[in-house]
């Protein structure tokens, strides 16, 4: 039960931002977007470091291999992994008006979706890593620390939420809708932690690896999109602000129940 309240609750943060359409009646204010996107960037910054290179690296110690090996492959195959999904799936990315990936006819909402919906998948996959590791009793991971890395994404998610739904709202989908989607799009992470959990089960000694791969495919969201959304145009000095904040935060979680 424990379990299943830890990986569900970085999608009640998506789901709870999603809701804010209900009641904000106009879109974000800019000066808010930067923050929270900052915000959401020092989160995964700070997750990547504290709850999965470090445990990578002293497991790595532990099982007498070459302690950076594990924590250098999982975190290069993370980014290649995401760069090659950011290439293949049809997506476009709020505020831009030309989509990525392969081309398709699929609506402008729904690739509006799949953008963020894409970006969840290393989220999903850190959580189940981090519970899967506290489960096979490793010391470098507690249920505690797993559980206070779901606690940091839960937070960041719920920016995220809102920063999908409103948009949505704008284009002239009703509010029930847009909370939908945005919803929708944070239903991956339960998903990819479930997924994650059992081939970690089935290959213990890979648990580095998974720590790492999730790392990097944590970074290359913050570097490809977020931090770019967040210096873009005015007032890009608050992105570095809730930068700032973000990662102190999920430090301190990380210290705090670690």
């Known amino acids: ?4 309240v830890g990986i569900m ?23 808010l977007d930067k923050i929270l996107l900052g915000f959401a960037s020092g989160v995964m910054i700070a997750a990547s470091v504290w709850s999965l290179l470090i445990p990578s690296i002293e497991m790595a110690k532990e099982s007498n291999t070459i302690s950076w090996l594990p924590a250098s492959v999982g975190f290069l195959l993370g980014i290649i992994f995401l ?58 991971i507690t249920f505690s620390s797993a559980l206070a890395l779901a606690i940091g994404i839960a937070i960041q998610n719920f920016p995220e939420g809102a920063i999908i739904s409103m948009p949505l709202k704008e284009e002239g989908i009703s509010k029930s809708k847009s909370f939908l989607y945005g919803t929708l799009s ?12 059992l081939l970690t089960n089935l290959a213990v000694p890979i648990l580095p690896y998974l720590l790492s791969f999730a790392a990097g495919a944590m970074i290359y969201v913050v570097a490809e999109e977020l931090i770019p959304s967040s210096q873009n145009g005015k007032h890009s000095n608050l992105g570095i602000i809730g930068l700032s904040l973000g990662f102190v935060i999920m430090m301190i979680l990380d210290v705090a129940l670690g």
Do not use: Q, Y
């Not at 039960?1 to 299943?4: D, E, I, Q, R, S």
């Not at 609750?9 to 000066?31: C, D």
């Not at 944070?186 to 959990?197: D, K, M």
């Open 1 to 4: 039960m424990k379990l299943f």
């Open 9 to 31: 609750i970085p999608f009640i943060g998506t789901m709870l931002g999603s809701a804010m359409v209900f009641l904000m009646k106009n879109k974000i204010n800019e000066k």
């Open 83 to 140: 760069l090659i999904l950011d290439n293949v799936i049809p997506h476009l990315h709020v505020k831009e008006k030309e989509p990525e990936g392969m081309k398709s006819k699929l609506a402008k909402t729904t690739m509006m979706v799949l953008a963020v919906t894409l970006h969840n998948i290393p989220e999903g996959m850190a959580v189940g890593v981090t519970f899967a590791g506290a489960m096979v009793s490793t010391k470098n």
């Open 186 to 197: 944070g239903i991956v992470e339960p998903i990819g932690a479930i997924i994650t959990i």
